[in-house]
């Protein structure tokens, strides 16, 4: 009889089991329906650079570390646009504390000009471009925002040639220069463009290097008359030219200009002449 009893099946436990499944079921489905608050993000303050060297012990270099770090963990995929100002603030003070910390502006040109924080960035940039005199890479990241998000062609062209005196070997040096020289292509004082390449020219060490940067110069030379036909064309007839072909036959211009690249001339939609590589799609 006691042996019997001893093989019972323990019911306590499986109803708690049962009970607690239950329960857990439910919890989660209540929490399904609850829309959860965002979760704060790391970077939320910027503290004045006296409390940050203070707290560091009156190491600036420990501060600025420490303000590098905060950047490099902050979870950006979780801030609010608003925030990404505070992230500026704080990789500013870090470059003013120690303008020559590498990953500090490393950080804020992967990040800050794509969430609308330009200025901040240019000044990481500039101050790491004093400080790290060797270092081609802060110029030529400045160079690449001056254009892309500021549309200032002759700055980036200008930091551009900077960075590209930075670099130990004499043909990447050259490329970089020639993208210098390209990047002027969308200038819209064409003149003062081909006058900077006719000074690049004239500065070039190598001549094959030298005569190329002529026909650049020469290039912009003749989209900028073709400009100045199309002008007069449409201020003549009311209406702007829809081909080259048109500024031909009225006798603005005595022939239509060769490109020494090979891309050519065109009139985009507005009745401008550019280059065809530069035609909207």
């Not at 019972?8 to 829309?35: E, M, N, T």
């Not at 900077?196 to 290039?219: E, G, H, N, P, T």
């Amino acid at each position: 009889m006691k042996a019997g009893m001893g093989r019972r099946f323990p019911i306590l436990p499986l109803l708690v089991l049962i009970v607690g499944g239950l329960i857990f079921w439910l919890g989660q489905s209540a929490l399904k329906s609850i829309k959860r608050s965002r979760p704060n993000a790391e970077i939320e303050v910027a503290l004045p650079i006296f409390v940050q060297v203070t707290l560091a012990g009156g190491d600036r270099y420990l501060a600025a570390n420490w303000s590098v770090i905060r950047a490099l963990v902050t979870e950006t995929s979780r801030m609010a646009p608003e925030e990404y100002h505070v992230l500026g603030q704080v990789q500013k003070d870090a470059s003013w504390l120690n303008p020559a910390h590498e990953d500090n502006y490393y950080i804020a040109t992967a990040i800050l000009p794509w969430e609308g924080q330009v200025e901040p960035t240019q000044l990481i940039l500039r101050r790491a471009t004093f400080a790290r005199f060797f270092d081609y890479q802060p110029p030529f990241y400045y160079a690449f925002n001056l254009v892309h998000f500021m549309g200032d062609v002759f700055g980036a062209s200008e930091w551009l040639r900077q960075a590209a005196g930075k670099l130990p070997d004499p043909d990447e040096r050259l490329t970089m220069e020639s993208l210098a020289a390209s990047w002027l292509d969308r200038s819209k004082d064409l003149d003062m463009a081909a006058r900077i390449v006719d000074a690049m020219a004239a500065q070039a060490k190598r001549k094959d290097f030298a005569d190329y940067l002529r026909q650049r110069s020469q290039r912009l030379r003749d989209l900028a008359a073709l400009r100045r036909a199309a002008k007069s064309y449409s201020e003549q007839r009311g209406s702007p030219p829809r081909s080259l072909q048109d500024l031909l036959n009225s006798g603005l211009i005595d022939k239509l200009p060769v490109d020494p690249f090979g891309a050519g001339f065109a009139i985009d939609a507005d009745g401008q002449p550019v280059f065809i590589s530069r035609l909207r799609k």
